[in-house]
Nanobody, 114 residues
């Protein structure tokens, strides 16, 4: 059973930064895509960013503020979040597609508030 474990969430003031990490229990070389989703209270889960070996995509609302990256040696995908806004408050979920299956982490809470 492949597991994805997120970390790095927390409370931050508007304009602040956080780095989310998602570490897999096995090699991520064949995971494609990997990415981050988020779900705010009362809203549907939305795609934030995805990364493959050849492309990176972001939802418009985070372009220029968030950066996704992956380290295959550390079996980890990261989401660097800058210039955070209150509307970025959500539970953030790590996602991976592997051998035709969707893998999800347990989620990490990000709260942007003064």
């Amino acid at each position: 059973q492949v597991q994805l474990v997120e970390s790095g969430g927390g409370l931050v003031q508007p304009g602040g930064s956080l780095r989310l990490s998602c570490t897999a229990s096995r090699s991520i070389f064949s995971f494609s895509p990997m990415g981050w989703y988020r779900q705010a209270p009362g809203k549907e889960r939305e795609l934030v960013a995805t990364i493959t070996s050849g492309s990176i995509n972001y939802v418009d609302s985070v372009k220029g503020r968030f950066t996704i990256s992956r380290d295959n040696v550390k079996t980890t995908v990261y989401l660097d979040m800058n210039s955070l806004r209150p509307e970025d408050t959500a539970v953030y979920y790590c996602y991976a597609r592997f051998l035709g299956r969707d893998l999800w982490g347990q989620g990490t809470q990000v709260t942007v508030s003064s």
